[in-house]
């Protein structure tokens, strides 16, 4: 299968509730994830990260759908063709 290069959005409005559960999904796909930006943006109460990642679309599919179905988590992607 194809692997495709893309980036994932990732906003956590409740980090401390869900933060345990979202770095072990990141850990267990840490192998499609080429890098990792985490900002925490407090005025908002929330944490923003981005991913880039390297993968099928199966794999990047697995990761998104994951952690999209975290509470308090939403997840956006953007994949080559």
Same mark, same amino acid.
Request: with cysteine; proline share 1%.
């Given at each position: 299968? /194809?692997?495709? $290069?893309? *980036? ?7 980090? %401390?509730? =869900? !933060?345990? +559960?979202?770095? %072990?999904? @990141?850990?267990?796909?840490?192998? $499609? $994830? =080429? ?6 943006? %407090?005025?908002? &109460? @929330?944490? *923003?990260?981005? @991913?880039? *990642?390297? &993968?099928?679309?199966? /794999? $990047?599919?697995?990761?998104?759908? +994951? @952690?999209?179905?975290?509470? !308090?988590?939403?997840? +956006?992607?953007?994949?080559? %063709?």
């Amino acid at each position: 299968m /194809e692997r495709r $290069i893309g *980036v994932i959005g990732i906003v956590v409005e409740n980090r %401390k509730e =869900v !933060s345990d +559960k979202l770095n %072990k999904i @990141l850990s267990d796909h840490g192998d $499609i $994830i =080429v890098g990792r930006m985490g900002i925490p943006y %407090k005025e908002r &109460g @929330l944490c *923003v990260i981005s @991913l880039i *990642v390297d &993968g099928t679309t199966d /794999e $990047i599919g697995a990761l998104t759908g +994951k @952690l999209g179905a975290l509470k !308090s988590v939403k997840v +956006k992607s953007a994949l080559t %063709k």
